[in-house]
């Protein structure tokens, strides 16, 4: 076997190991997108057995991060990659933080839920925080879409939205304050009705920062304090 | 077909070079050069030939039968024959293209989605159904791992698992929620199909029967609650008369009966619903089977011999009121079905597959054709001998799906007039050690 061959032979190698580890990324992703369905199930179905199995399965989302981390330093540590690969595996230890506390959250929610089911259930079931929750679930997934498929244009619109989920947290974080004035009876179930919202909201903000991890792998560029106008002029300008 | 050329046209060939030759002789004879003018002739035919061979090498690469060069004699037969084949091979691919064209129309009609994978599950192709259903894009999804689109645990476990004997159904999308089954077949070598279908439907009358079932066996409670407390005031008060005191103790019986089945239709349906795997909480097995066994034992009518034994000091992760209603029906089965001479035993214990636990009795045991039925509802070996032991029918339906909410399963063996044994095993991630603060308690 000559040099040329065996370059070429590592060289595959290496491109199955870095596809490997990113499919573990988005099993790790799609089982936090469960997590996530599964807490606002639990909160809008008042079930307290389910929101307990998930804080109680967010050990499998733990262990999903500990054995990628250790890929990808195992990965830094024995290929050295550059360039685009080096970004791929600087973008998936950075996604996977992301992605253990998205799992974090959920198992507040669960935890939440578990304690609300045991009140009595408004009739609307929670209406504004159940759409914040539908919102979210579709922008992570959106995220996610993004990451497999690189694709910075996708990942730009489900940044995007992270802005109208802002706007829905402060709008129900103000309404149970102000329910909290009308009924101190309600203080308590309001306030885990925004530490809910609050988990969401953060939630958002991880798929964001998925987002801008997809459109560094992709142009280098590191877009975390740029607006997002910005970036989508110049992903404009390169062609993409 | 001739195996070697048609002689005619080589005799042609050789006679006309012959004659150049004789030809360029006889104009080199004038000069007294004949070998030479022969040669010179003979060479310039040479590099004649060479030309035209180059050309023809020239059109053989543009595969135009168009462009086919004139000629006769040998090199026009070859041309001919050339052109010949040309044209079979362009009629051949032009069957072919309409083959796949076709082919390519009827999977895009299909109602169900398919997609292509190579062998490391990349997507190669798919239908229209499946772009629908997936939510695939045609532009940029051909290459991608499928399950770094479908990332649905169920379907990663699935696709990881590698036997794909039955489908597996996911959820996608939220608004409308819509359900898929996905079925993944091995062809070529290697690659795998995927089948996908919409099941939204299906899940719905599912759910529907589901809550049909909860709603009716709820609403026949509270009656029944009635009924059954004024039989019991009845059945107290001693100025009924003497002859009504039989059909009163049946009545009684019935309606127990009556409550003892819905209460299980209730927990089967609360079963059925709710999360596919219970997280759950540590729970002493043995202190299950001891309990089990006392209830058993307080009973008049018995076997002779009932006992449970924990071999293993380890408890198992899972929901202790299933977990209850799992022994108390296995056990409740074996003594219901073992005479009165006959023996119960159930045990647990511990290796490296996992957990089990296994009730054994001496009683009339099941033929072999029921056995894979016995777990269906409602379904009885002898209609007239359960119905007299007051069973629900119910009972190992339960215990199936509780061991299902466990990652367990059930084996049965039995040999008919010598007993059964019922085995339920459950995976090793499922075992504790005792906890600490119990056990210190215990002490």
Redesign the interface.
Known sequence: MDAADLSHHTSRRFNEDL?QV??KV??M???V??QL??AMTALADA?S??G??VA??DHKVNGMELSIDEECSRILATRAPAAGDLRMVVATIKAITDLERVGDECEKIGLIAARLAGEVQPADRYREVRELG?EV??QLHES??AF??L?APQALRAARSDRSVDDAYDAIQRQGMTRMLEDPQQIRRQFDLIAVARALERIGDHAKNLCEYVIYTVSGRDVRHSSLDQVERELAARGG | MKQWPDWALVLRAAASVALLAAAGALLGSFRDLAWAGAAIVLAITLVLQWLRSAQLLRWLRTRSIADAPDANGLRGELVAQIVRLLRSRQRRKRQLMRLLRTVRRATAALPEGVVMLSEQAEIAWFNRAAARLLRLSRKSDRGLRIDNLLRQPEFVDYLRGRRYDAPVRVRMGMVPEQFLNLQLVHFGEGQLLLLVSDATHENQVEAMRKDFVANASHELRSPLTVIAGYLETLAADDGIEPALQGPMREMRRQAERMQGIIADLLSLSRLETGDPEVAGEPVDVGLLLKQVERDILSRQQRPRLVHSTAESNQWLRGDHDQLYSLVRNLMENAANYTPADGEVRARWWVDAAGGHLAVTDTGIGIAADHIPRLTERFYRVDVGRSRATGGSGLGLAIVKHVLQKHGGRLEIASVEGRGSSFTCHFPAERLLRRPASRAAAAL
């Open positions: 596809e990113r499919s988005l099993a992703g799609g089982l997108e469960e369905r599964r079930d057995s389910l307990r199995a109680h399965e539908r679930q579709l996610l879409d497999a498929r694709d």
